[in-house]
C-alpha cells in the first residue's frame, strides 16, 4: 500500500509540474501588427519582417499607400488623408486592436490614423519615422533637420508635373540602405518609383484627447542618413514618448537587419 500511496503522490506531482510548465511556456497571445511604408519605397521593404512575425504567430497587414508599389494611383489625388483613409479601410477589417508601425513618412500617416481611431491603435511605433506635432508637415519637420543627407544641394529633384519628387538616382543607396546587402540595395534600386509631393505638404492635425491617449514607442536608426539621430531626439523629446529603442542601422532597419527589428517588435508588443 505504501508502494501505490508514493507511486500516486509521483504522479501528482509529474502533473503539478507539466502543468505548471506548460503555463510557463506558453506563448503570448497573438498580435495584430499593421505596417507603414515611407516614401520612396513599397510593401515589399517589409517582406522579411512579416515572415519573421508570422512565423512567431503574429497577424500582419501590410499597407500599400496609394502610388506605391503595384498602386497606380494619380499623383495629384494623392493626399495625406487618402493615406489614412487607406490605412483605416485595413484597420476595418481587422478584429481588436493593432499596433501600428510606421516609418519615415509612416509617421505622419500612423499619427493621424491614431487621431482618427484611437479606440483601434494599442501602440504607435515609429521606426526612424516623422514623428509630429499638431499642425505640422513633414516638409516643415525635415527642414529642421541641418544634418539630415535628403537635403544636400541637388539630391532632391522636383518634377516639371509639380506633383511628384524624385531622389537622384546615385544617392539612393547611400539616403535608404548604405548599411544593406547589395542584394538589398539593387531590390531598393529596382522598386524606386517617383514620390508623390502633395502629401509633404498636408499637416496633421492632433488633439490630446486622440493622439495623445495611444501609447508612444520609437525605434531610433542610429545610422540614419534621412532622418538624422539629433531630429530623432528632438521627436522624441517633444512627442510624449513611452519607450526608446536603438538599433545599429541606417533608415531601412527591415531591409538591412530584418530578424534585429523583428525582435524589437515582439518585444514592444509584451511591454
Request: negative net charge; contains cysteine.
Amino acid at each position: 500500500m505504501k508502494h501505490i500511496r508514493l507511486l500516486q503522490l509521483l504522479v501528482v506531482a509529474c502533473v503539478f509540474i507539466l502543468t505548471s510548465c506548460s503555463d510557463d511556456d506558453a506563448a503570448p497571445p497573438s498580435k495584430n501588427y499593421v505596417l507603414v511604408h515611407g516614401a520612396w519605397q513599397a510593401p515589399y521593404v517589409w517582406n522579411a519582417v512579416k515572415a519573421n512575425l508570422e512565423k512567431q504567430g503574429q497577424k500582419v497587414t501590410v499597407i500599400e499607400l496609394p502610388g506605391h508599389g503595384n498602386d497606380q494611383t494619380a499623383p495629384d489625388e494623392i493626399t495625406l488623408d487618402r493615406y489614412k483613409e487607406k490605412v483605416i479601410e485595413a484597420l476595418s477589417t481587422i478584429d481588436g486592436k493593432v499596433i501600428l508601425v510606421g516609418h519615415s513618412l509612416g509617421g505622419m500617416i500612423i499619427s493621424s490614423v491614431a487621431e482618427a481611431v484611437p479606440e483601434k491603435t494599442e501602440k504607435l511605433v515609429y521606426v526612424a519615422a516623422y514623428l509630429p506635432a499638431t499642425g505640422q508637415t513633414l516638409n516643415e519637420l525635415a527642414h529642421t533637420d541641418p544634418d539630415s543627407q535628403l537635403g544636400g544641394d541637388g539630391i532632391l529633384i522636383f518634377n516639371n508635373d509639380g506633383v511628384t519628387v524624385d531622389v537622384k538616382q546615385d544617392q539612393i543607396v547611400n539616403l535608404f540602405i548604405q548599411d544593406g546587402t547589395s542584394e538589398v540595395q539593387d531590390l531598393v534600386l529596382k522598386n524606386y518609383r517617383s514620390e508623390p509631393l502633395i502629401p509633404f505638404i498636408n499637416p496633421v492635425l492632433l488633439t490630446a484627447e486622440n493622439f495623445g491617449s495611444v501609447e508612444k514607442v520609437f525605434i531610433k536608426t542610429l545610422k540614419d542618413h534621412v532622418v538624422s539621430p539629433s531630429l530623432q531626439d528632438r521627436m522624441i523629446t517633444s512627442g510624449g514618448v513611452k519607450s526608446i529603442y536603438k538599433i545599429n542601422t541606417g533608415h531601412s532597419p527591415f531591409l538591412s537587419q530584418p530578424d534585429s527589428l523583428t525582435a524589437l517588435l515582439i518585444k514592444i508588443s509584451h511591454n
